[in-house]
């Protein structure tokens, strides 16, 4: 399965198409949760899909149109060292992502490069929602997501079922290790290679290296401990510290 995506009087087409008959049901399965996931999250934190899901099942692909945004993701502001309002950004990220948990959804797949800034507006959007799954108190699964380096662990290891609050937390321990990665260039278990970091290195690197969550900045620091302190439910009232700036 591969993607298309181009620019189009100022809409995003996306084109999701299949490679052989046999990933048509993985194909579907990947269009429809992104464009339900944003139909569904009312945010100004996340790309709108405009119009309808459409298909030609024939010429085996989905189109998906969507807002287009003029601006960066996060992988680019952090490695071309564009510069950005910390408090703004750091506020946003944490109610996009409240918008996304209200919602009962969870992204699956939160990484710099599914983050996206604007310059000219000061503000971010979550895009890319192609894992996005909604959830209930008494969800399971077994369906692991996620792109090394972001994901927990925990989505490493031989467990077998993931609840709910397992689901709803490794997005906010994602998050925080976005954060991180945003101001230093590094992730909780710091890899010197980011870009050629594979599933089995990472799995091999994490048995012999603790994480380090520290950013050297005292507010960042306090809202990564925050994200991952707890399985409980996501409360944005504890974050009243930075929302309120």
Not at 68 to 85: A, H, R, V
Not at 192 to 200: G, H, Q, T, V
Not at 230 to 235: E, I, L, Q, R, W
């Amino acid at each position: 399965m591969s993607t298309i995506i181009y620019n189009a009087n100022d809409v995003i087409i996306k084109h999701i198409i299949d490679k052989n008959i046999i990933e048509k049901t993985t194909t579907y399965k990947v269009a429809t949760a992104e464009y339900n996931a944003l139909k569904n999250i009312n945010s100004v934190y996340i790309r709108k899909a405009l119009g309808e899901l459409k298909s030609t099942v024939w010429d085996g692909y989905y189109k998906i149109e969507l807002e287009y945004i003029d601006g960066y993701t996060l992988n680019e502001i952090q490695f071309k060292n564009i510069s950005f309002p910390k408090d703004k950004l750091l506020n946003q990220l944490l109610l996009g992502y409240n918008d996304i948990y209200q919602a009962k959804y969870i992204h699956r797949d939160i990484k710099p490069e599914n983050i996206m800034w604007i310059p000219t507006e000061e503000k971010i959007k979550y895009i890319d929602f192609g894992y996005a799954k909604k959830i209930s108190h008494f969800t399971i699964t077994t369906k692991k997501k996620g792109t090394p380096l972001f994901i927990h662990p925990e989505l490493l290891s031989d467990k077998q079922f993931l609840m709910s609050n397992d689901l709803y937390y490794y997005d906010r321990y994602s998050l925080a290790c976005v954060i991180k990665y945003l101001f230093t260039g590094k992730t909780f278990y710091e890899m010197d290679n980011i870009e050629n970091a594979s599933l089995p290195k990472y799995k091999e690197y994490i048995k012999n290296n603790p994480p380090n969550y520290n950013t050297h900045d005292c507010l960042v620091n306090r809202i990564i401990i925050d994200l991952i302190k707890s399985k409980d439910d996501f409360d944005i009232n504890t974050f009243s510290y930075i929302l309120d700036n």
